[in-house]
């Protein structure tokens, strides 16, 4: 494999796991608010954010390709209200979406088919992981930001999402 594919690829599955540990921090921020269906929606996103980790070490293994974990960076947000984990949320899988097409890029340019293909599901599903956050954050503009029996509603509906 080509050696700058191998390193966005091992970057990327630290970026995966860490994009676990922002969700986990989520998770927990509501949690500590009582709000257990947003505790429950990022926790179920950073699990899913370990399976697309698995993903990427599973296809390096198949391809026979020794790689390196290297350190995952604690979270070191600061919530000021319900909303901003929300808005952080909709920034970073836009980060993770221009790193997944980096990949996507470099496995083309270098000729790499089998990880271009592969990459094709990751590109997927960063359409949806953008949609799915935008429209929280949309959900959360409409319903539950004034607190009260729309928030409450909300807490609910996002507990039954996933």
Known sequence: MNKKLLAL????????LWSAYIYYDM???????????????FENQAREEVEHAEK????????????ALKSIEAPNQKY???REPLVYQVEHEKLVTSL?????????????????????WYVNEQMEEESHSKDLLDR????????????HQLDKEIGKDK
């Open 9 to 16: 690829i091992e970057d990327q599955i630290n970026k995966e």
């Open 27 to 41: 998770a927990e921020f509501y949690r500590s608010k009582g709000l257990d269906g947003f505790h429950k929606w």
């Open 56 to 67: 990427f070490m599973e296809f390096l293994h198949d391809r026979d390709e020794e790689f």
């Open 80 to 82: 000021k209200d319900l």
């Open 100 to 120: 997944i097409l980096n990949i996507y890029k470099c496995a083309k340019d270098v000729g790499d088919i089998s990880a271009e293909v592969f990459m094709h």
């Open 140 to 151: 959360y503009d409409m319903y539950g930001k004034d607190g009260g029996l729309g928030l």
